[in-house]
């Protein structure tokens, strides 16, 4: 009788030599190179991110308390950090400073988060009531500043006294908006991530059940392989949307009573989509049901070509990483306004499209690319079904041609007949 | 195309991975009929039956399908039992034989009920709603064949259909499958084990290395082989020793050979006038083992001549 440790080797050799010698293996082995890939691009958008982010306020005054105000600011931020204070912009004033101020706030480009105008002395700051805790506590802080170093410096002749600063309450501005879009935009970017994450790996061991237990020939002998696939894919993504609602319910339930819990009065920020609730809401289930569907037929391409669970285990690690260069390749759409290389790619790429095209629908309230970028997910979702259900064909069945669609690949042996 | 024809197929050319599985095969099989595809390990006939059926695609060749080029179009007029049985092991009886119903047109409902009278008929009754895995191999295999035949297809298309099954139930498949011939059902089927196909066809095909070596009705492939001679003498020597065939075998007393070309009229007079005192003599057909055998035996050593003819040119 073999010895513990003798049997042990015999087995220890099998798994070694079956998992090494099969194919699979390669894109274990290329794992890395996604994981150094994912970094640069992960560093690469986190520094555009942080270059794009924070509130701007512009200054309607004088060049010289302008530029009193943008030292005072990085006299500050070099204490703290550089998004800590809103960045500052000189506008020449108008006559109509109030008038300004409001047509200031209303444009889209920059967005500004509020303006400030008058003088040092008369600090006078124009704004929505809600930035008061925020970009105006912030500028407050600023002027006081200026004001502290005006004294110091004795170019002001007084002593120094905190002028407080005057608020002028307007509606609520552009900038402020847009950065609530961008929260929007995020958030809606990462639910589908982080759902299709969750579920769509599951696709990727779905035909290994009808593989082993044989049913797959049954199944081939009946109904076009493209039936089985979408099938598959309809199933789970009814099972997903099960989940979804379910934990959609709680999670609704819970905000609503979140709600209840607030002080009395207080006034909840404008979270809201650049496009809207009622058509972001439909277009959020429709870019899950996409990227989902898109991941799920390219994982179940590539699950049904291996040919066990050890094969099945090898591709999970790359395959997540594949789903997050995808959302990183996405996240580049933030703030973009459809231009740039990446973000342009990030639309168009299918597996990065509705990730890139949610986000897109939280920032801007164009309707017109998303029915553009539904139309043309739904034909990769298509085209993906078609190739992985002939990869399977040929490569698992053992079927058909050479087809210029369908490359000579295949992850394991499979049996013939 | 032959409406005559349930299954129909000319030139079909099947390689794996370099390696010819298939080489030429030429089936024609007649609406109605019992048809048999018969041949050794590995001879081809599952890669065979899974081209007709369009489970795979021929390198070369065409084939029709109960008139049909592409079979999936046929689909719901055919059941497919294949060799290598697979079930969802969680699903209820009724549920599993409904669902391959399902795939193949039959509404569900309307599945689940067939479902319920096959297997009560066939004395299943308590497991109608039992899981798959509760069941032994034989039965299980049962419930796959009652879920190739529950929509009530034209084609019955069975991959190896006696192996795994014990004696009774070999007898009721047979049984079966002549019923459903009987209801006008076309099947054709492939084994290796010869006497099915003699019980049970009309007609057959012998594949061997990937080519049909016969093609025919049953007594047609019997007749290929001479019949049979069986002779038991008093004398154990004489003149009449002679008038064998040099083929002649004696066992157990008894001399077999071949039936000589002349006939049984001159080797009987030579016996009887050599004083061999016949005590028995009988003319046998030979069977279609023995023919299965000379076919397949004759295609082996084609097939190991062939490398050498190849290097040879």
């Known amino acids: 009788m073999m010895s513990v440790m003798q049997a042990s080797w015999v087995i220890a050799r099998r ?3 079956a998992t090494v010698y099969s194919r699979s293996f390669i894109f274990f082995m290329l794992t890395p190179l996604l994981v150094v890939g994912f970094s640069i691009l992960t560093a690469f958008v986190g520094s555009r991110a942080a270059s794009d982010q924070g509130p701007v306020v512009a200054m309607t005054v004088d060049t010289q308390t302008g530029a009193a105000l943008m030292k005072a600011r990085d006299h500050l931020a070099s204490r703290t950090n ?11 004033p108008a006559e109509d400073l109030p008038a300004q101020a409001r047509a200031l706030i209303a444009e889209d480009e920059p967005g500004y988060s509020a303006v400030f105008s008058g003088t040092l002395d008369q600090p006078v700051l124009h704004g929505p009531q809600r930035i008061d805790e925020s970009v105006g506590g912030r500028m407050t802080l600023i002027i006081e500043q200026a004001q502290r170093e005006r004294a110091l410096s004795g170019t002001g002749g007084a002593p120094f006294r905190a002028a407080a600063v005057q608020r002028d309450i307007t509606t609520e501005a552009a900038g402020n908006l847009r950065d609530v879009r961008l929260g929007v935009a995020r958030f809606g970017q990462f639910i589908v991530f982080f759902f299709t994450l969750l579920l769509a790996t599951m696709l990727l ?25 979408f099938g598959k894919l309809l199933a789970m993504l009814g099972v997903s949307l099960i989940g979804i609602a379910l934990w959609g319910g709680m999670f609704a339930l819970a905000t609503l009573f979140s709600i209840q819990l607030l002080p009395e009065g207080y006034e909840l920020p404008p979270i809201s989509p650049a496009i809207g609730w009622p058509i972001y809401s439909l277009l959020l289930p429709i870019y899950y049901t996409m990227n989902y569907m898109l991941m799920g037929a390219l994982f179940m391409g590539i699950g049904g070509q291996a040919n066990s669970v050890r094969e099945m285990q090898s591709l999970n690690m790359p395959v997540t990483f594949l789903q997050m260069g995808v959302l990183v390749l996405a996240m580049t759409v933030i703030g973009s306004s459809m231009s740039g290389l990446m973000p342009m790619i990030a639309y168009i790429f299918p597996f990065s499209s509705p990730l890139a095209m949610i986000a897109e629908a939280g920032q801007s309230a164009e309707l017109w690319p998303h029915l553009l970028a539904i139309a043309w997910q739904a034909f990769w979702v298509f085209l993906t079904i078609r190739i992985s259900a002939a990869l399977f064909r040929k490569t698992v069945l053992k079927s058909g041609g050479s087809s210029p669609l369908i490359p000579r690949f295949k992850l394991g042996r499979s049996k013939t007949a | 195309m032959d409406a005559a024809l349930a299954i129909e197929a000319s030139g079909l050319f099947k390689s794996f991975d370099g390696k010819e599985a298939v080489r030429g095969i030429d089936i024609a099989v007649p609406t109605g009929s019992i048809y048999g595809i018969l041949g050794p390990n590995g001879a081809g006939k599952t890669t065979t039956l899974r081209m007709l059926l369009g489970i795979i695609e021929p390198d070369r060749g065409r084939r029709t399908l109960l008139g049909r080029e592409r079979p999936l179009e046929a689909a719901t007029q055919v059941g497919y039992l294949p060799e290598e049985r697979g079930l969802y092991p969680a699903m209820k009886c009724r549920e599993a034989v409904a669902f391959m119903g399902a795939l193949r047109g039959l509404p569900i409902d309307v599945g689940r009920k067939r479902a319920e009278i096959l297997l009560r008929d066939n004395g299943l009754g308590d497991y109608v709603d039992k899981p798959i895995k509760s069941l032994s191999k034989g039965m299980a295999q049962t419930i796959q064949l009652f879920g190739t035949i529950v929509h009530q297809p034209k084609l019955i298309v069975l991959d190896e259909p006696f192996s795994g099954l014990d004696a009774i139930n070999q007898g009721r498949l047979e049984q079966m499958i002549r019923e459903e011939a009987a209801a006008g059902t076309t099947v054709i089927f492939s ?4 006497h099915h196909a003699e019980r049970l066809c009309e007609r057959i095909a012998i ?11 049953v007594s047609e492939a019997r007749d ?9 003498t008093r004398a154990a020597d004489g003149r009449w020793r002679t008038a064998l065939p040099h083929d002649a075998a004696m066992t157990d007393g008894i001399w077999h050979f071949q039936l000589p070309t002349g006939g049984i009229e001159p080797l009987l007079k030579a016996l009887i006038d050599g004083g061999a005192g016949i005590e028995e003599l009988s003319i046998e057909r030979r069977g279609l083992h023995d023919a299965f055998v000379q076919i397949a035996g004759e295609a082996a050593a084609q097939q190991m001549a062939e490398p050498e003819l190849e290097a040879a040119e």
């Open chain 1, 15 to 17: 798994d070694f030599m």
């Open chain 1, 82 to 92: 550089q998004r800590a204070f809103p960045r500052l912009t000189l506008v020449p």
């Open chain 1, 205 to 229: 061991s779905n035909l290994i059940e009808e593989k082993s237990n044989k049913v797959i020939e049954v199944l081939a002998a009946s109904v076009p392989l493209d039936s089985v696939f």
């Open chain 2, 191 to 194: 084994t290796h084990v010869i």
């Open chain 2, 207 to 217: 594949i061997a290395g990937g080519r049909v070596r016969f093609e025919g009705e």
């Open chain 2, 224 to 232: 290929r082989l001479p019949p049979q001679v069986r002779l038991r």
